[in-house]
């Protein structure tokens, strides 16, 4: 039972375009979500986060946004540049307020 | 500011031993995480320990425990190591004062394979 899903498993960007990497969850008791992205041999880094009172969160290139209705979320880098290219991974808070449930993660390619 | 890290960077097993995994969460950070991560796939929490008691757990057999210390590093031991036992694992720190523990920092990483 997969309660967050990233159905891409990797995506192309052209260096400089936007790059949008989504995310589908299905327990609508998740309050809080992060990006986290992750770089060969090295542990993930967080990226960006939103709270479910929030629609928006923005820093600097990187926007998250979140439609609770249809427990989508989505994260937009503009520009993309080529050490964006890494795995993202999406994930939530649990109902134990400890837990965070991930997704199986996204591979992007920035393209020069 | 020390980062999260992990020790061995990578280690093999053979079936039915003990493993035993290490960390040393980030500096004033009291909450360390568990997590296992197949190939493909996302980490997959084991447990969490606050304040060197264990304060929540994945789906993962008892076979899986921990240790925190006093100076909050961590330790995950596994028992009986199945083929299935081979991944990545990964320890997370966090502030556990600053609010509920979202913003986890992650360590590199053991890598675990069991033949």
């Known amino acids: 039972d997969q309660q967050v899903k990233q159905n891409s498993p990797s995506l192309s960007v052209q260096e400089g375009r936007i790059s949008i990497l989504n995310c589908d969850y299905t327990n609508s008791m998740f309050d809080y979500f992060l990006w986290y992205k992750k770089y060969p041999a090295e542990g993930p880094t967080f990226l960006i986060s939103?709270?479910?009172i929030k629609d928006k969160n923005e820093d600097g290139r990187f926007t998250v946004f979140l439609n609770k209705s249809a427990k989508h979320l989505s994260l937009h880098i503009v520009p993309s540049q080529p050490g964006d290219s890494a795995v993202y991974f999406c994930a939530a808070r649990g109902r134990s307020n400890y837990q965070l449930i991930w997704g199986a993660g996204t591979k992007l390619i920035i393209k020069p | 500011e020390t980062g999260v890290t992990q020790s061995p960077t990578h280690l093999i097993k053979t079936r039915g031993q003990q493993v035993t995994l290490r960390c040393s969460s980030q500096s004033g950070h009291n909450t360390v995480s568990w997590y296992q991560q197949a190939l493909g796939q996302g980490p997959q929490f084991i447990f969490q320990?606050?304040?060197?008691?264990?304060?929540g757990r994945g789906n993962f057999p008892p076979r899986f425990s921990g240790l925190q210390f006093p100076n909050y590093s961590s330790e995950l031991n596994v028992n009986a190591l199945e083929l299935d036992d081979s991944a990545l694992y990964l320890c997370?720190?966090?502030?556990?004062?600053?609010?509920?523990?979202?913003?986890?920092?992650f360590g590199p990483g053991t890598r675990l394979t069991v033949t």
């Open positions: 997370a720190s966090s502030p556990r004062e600053r609010g509920a523990s979202y913003e986890q920092y």
């Open positions: 320990y606050y304040r060197e008691e264990e304060n």
């Open positions: 939103i709270s479910s």
